[in-house]
């Protein structure tokens, strides 16, 4: 199934040519919530295309690591980065996230744009170091006909209930979610006072 997904996007990315540095914008659900984006630490953005939210962040001051599926989405996203001036802060990767999440350490960020994998959930969480923040949105059944890439009304909210929720909405066939890791996790039997 990932071969075909990944011949698939090939195709559509290499129709589409290498994106324009003048197309480089902040996700549409993330605009009204730029001041919590960090403008330091480390990122990952999964399911990356072509690069734009990627290379946004890397311009704005973050390491950026990206992984895709298509290799021809990498190469374009490596070629956006080189042409921003931001290659040496951006790691672009081909990988199937069927496998899960590229291993690595803790990330300041996640960002998961028009890409939707319930199975990534509890790794996206794990991932997170404390303070984190989680950037996601994805087509949603709220609004739109149910498909198998759409989230289910709730589903979001729901999937990263163990977050601090800064914004969240769906509608019109989309759904966002933008949450921050807590610094010391509740209930966890670590944040729990010692018993003498
Ligand atoms: C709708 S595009 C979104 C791309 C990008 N996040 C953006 O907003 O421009 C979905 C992306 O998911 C990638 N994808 C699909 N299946 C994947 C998989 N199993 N592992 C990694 N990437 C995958 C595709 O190659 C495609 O780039």
């Avoid at 990122?43 to 895709?68: E, I, K, T």
């Avoid at 794990?126 to 759409?150: H, I, K, N, W």
Wanted: hydrophobic content about 40%; glycine content about 8%.
């Amino acid at each position: 199934m990932a071969q075909d997904d990944r011949r698939r996007w090939d195709e559509k990315y290499r129709s589409r040519g290498p994106a324009a540095v003048d197309t480089l914008q902040p996700p549409d659900f993330l605009r009204p919530y730029l001041d919590v984006v960090p403008r330091a630490g480390h990122a990952l953005d999964l399911a990356c295309g072509q690069g734009f939210a990627a290379v946004w962040l890397a311009r704005r001051g973050l390491s950026v690591r990206g992984v895709d599926i298509s290799p021809v989405a990498i190469e374009h996203a490596r070629a956006l980065s080189v042409l921003s001036g931001v290659s040496e802060r951006c790691r672009f990767d081909t990988f199937d996230l069927d496998d899960g999440l590229p291993p690595g350490p803790p990330v300041d960020m996640i960002v998961c744009h028009q890409f939707r994998d319930r199975r990534l959930d509890a790794a996206v969480i794990e991932r997170l170091a404390p303070g984190g923040l989680l950037a996601v949105c994805c087509m949603s059944e709220v609004g739109a006909d149910p498909g198998r890439f759409r989230a289910k009304p709730g589903e979001l909210t729901e999937a990263f209930a163990e977050l601090d929720l800064i914004a969240t909405g769906e509608g019109e066939g989309s759904a966002w979610l933008v949450a921050r890791a807590r610094s010391s996790p509740r209930n966890s039997p670590r944040s729990s006072p010692r018993k003498q």
